[in-house]
């Protein structure tokens, strides 16, 4: 079975903080991804990754940045944490090749910015 | 911009009724279509892609190209089907999620 490993299930941060957030997959995927859901919106892509130190923006980049130093991790960091950012981050990732665009989903960090 | 539209926000039905998940997404291409589906307190997971053909937990979806909709079925719902659900096409490679539609069935 695919894993892929969110570090926090909870974080309560305060304004103005800088904030990592990080995803662990074991299954060799080229591919990984940032979303943030909210009630109402869905989920919206924030970055992804299709190989070590390569990423692209997704929809709502802005605050954001993300790092992929090695295949299995992509870290995802808010430079100065705000209130707005207050929401679900869910992390996935997928092959390029094999079950092609399926992507699996971590278990989310539900992020609180005060 | 590709868009995908699921008009409900919550859909109440009663265990034993029907049910339809709708879904509509903006023509371009052909892309790859899926459901996925999040129960209570558990990630996000695949319930099933058009490609696949298949029935999962007694859903299934339909691809209208002509109407350019995916909407999801099941004859017979039940309690255990209580979820958020979904629609994402895939567009170069990226899943473009829809708002969501929570599904409650009812005892």
């Known amino acids: 079975d695919v894993k892929v490993t969110q570090s926090s299930r909870y974080l309560v941060k305060r304004t103005g903080e800088k904030v990592f957030l990080e995803c662990v997959q074991d299954m060799d995927h080229e591919n990984m991804f940032w979303y943030r859901q909210d009630p109402g919106l869905g989920l919206r892509l924030i970055y992804f990754s299709y190989d070590v130190k390569m990423k692209e923006k997704g929809d709502i980049p802005e605050g954001y940045s993300v790092s992929r130093e090695k295949k299995e991790r992509f870290s995802l960091i808010l430079e100065s944490a705000s209130t707005n950012q207050t929401s679900m981050y869910l992390c996935?990732?997928?092959?390029?090749?094999?079950?092609?665009?399926?992507?699996?989903f971590g278990a989310g960090t539900r992020l609180s910015v005060l | 911009a590709q868009r995908v539209t699921q008009p409900e926000k919550l859909l109440s039905v009663f265990k034993g009724a029907p049910v339809e998940l709708k879904c509509n997404y903006s023509?371009?291409?052909?892309?790859?279509l899926f459901w996925y589906v999040q129960y209570s307190r558990q990630r996000l997971q695949l319930l099933l892609r058009h490609i696949s053909r298949e029935s999962i937990k007694g859903f299934t979806a339909d691809l209208n190209k002509g109407e350019t909709s995916f909407h999801l079925k099941k004859p017979f719902a039940q309690e255990e089907d209580s979820a958020m659900y979904y629609c994402?096409?895939?567009?170069?490679?990226?899943?473009?999620f829809g708002q969501g539609t929570e599904l409650s069935v009812k005892p």
């Open positions: 996935a990732s997928r092959p390029t090749s094999g079950r092609g665009n399926i992507q699996y």
């Open positions: 023509y371009s291409g052909s892309p790859e």
């Open positions: 994402a096409p895939c567009y170069g490679g990226k899943l473009i």
